[in-house]
């Protein structure tokens, strides 16, 4: 069974740093590139940047170059995304998705078939 656990979220003041994590399990991880995707109320879902488990190629949303990072431990299976200078407009539920690699980079939404939970992250003013 695929699952995809994220943690980390919580809340913080504009200019601080989260790290969050994506946990996974239930397939060949190497063969799958893992996406931060983000939810605010009344907003469409935004995918905020991905990584491929076998290369690390990386790609990142305009909105958040320069401040976030991501990469991946594959010996623990996992993603991270390190946010730093956080900014109000980052307060959203983020998930992380999981996506057959393909010879497409960046991978489309519609490719990411298997999603976590969601955590919250809030930065505050």
């Known amino acids: 069974e695929v699952q995809l656990v994220e943690s980390g979220g919580g809340l913080v003041q504009a200019g601080g740093s989260l790290r969050l994590s994506c946990a996974a399990s239930g397939f060949t991880f190497d063969d799958y590139a893992i996406g931060w995707f983000r939810q605010a109320p009344g907003k469409e879902r935004e995918g905020v940047s991905g990584i491929s488990s076998s290369d690390g190629r990386t790609y990142y949303a305009g909105s958040v170059k320069g401040r976030f990072t991501i990469s991946s431990d594959n010996a623990k299976n996992t993603v991270y995304l390190q946010m730093n200078s956080l900014k109000p407009d980052d307060t959203a539920v983020y998930y992380c998705?999981?996506?057959?690699?393909?010879?497409?980079?960046?991978?489309?939404?519609?490719?990411?078939?298997?999603w976590g939970q969601g955590t919250q992250v809030t930065v505050s003013s």
């Open positions: 998705a999981a996506a057959f690699m393909r010879n497409i980079w960046p991978p489309p939404t519609s490719f990411f078939g298997s």
